[in-house]
Nanobody, 121 residues
Framework: QVQLVESGGGLVQAGGSLRLSCAASGNIFSIDDMGWYRQAPGKQRELVATITIRGNTNYADSVKGRFTISRDNAKNTIFLQMNSLKPEDTAVYYC???????????????WGQGTQVSVSA
């Protein structure tokens, strides 16, 4: 069994900051790419940022320069520092990880339960 647990969401005023965390635990042999996605009401889930095991990052254009993804491989944890938040950043934020449970296994995608981020104008 593998679990991803997010934390750090909340309500903030526009221009403010939040830091999200996502910790993976359970039967883990290795973790490849990890990332953050978000889903606003009535919209499809979209990519926010991803990070490889080597630390290479990728961001959605809408968050470039404002959000920073980072990773602690020793703790199987990723972070999302969100600055200069805007009302349009309001969404449920989900963590995803590509995890192998054994050396002979292939990557499986695991998702966290989501954490709400609300930005008021």
């Amino acid at each position: 069994q593998v679990q991803l647990v997010e934390s750090g969401g909340g309500l903030v005023q526009a221009g403010g900051s939040l830091r999200l965390s996502c910790a993976a635990s359970g039967n883990i042999f290795s973790i490849d790419d990890m990332g953050w996605y978000r889903q606003a009401p009535g919209k499809q889930r979209e990519l926010v940022a991803t990070i490889t095991i080597r630390g290479n990052t990728n961001y959605a254009d809408s968050v470039k320069g404002r959000f920073t993804i980072s990773r602690d491989n020793a703790k199987n944890t990723i972070f999302l520092q969100m600055n200069s938040l805007k009302p349009e950043d309001t969404a449920v934020y989900y963590c995803k990880a590509e995890i192998r449970s054994a050396w002979f296994d292939r990557d499986h995608d695991y998702w966290g339960q989501g954490t709400q981020v609300s930005v008021s104008a």
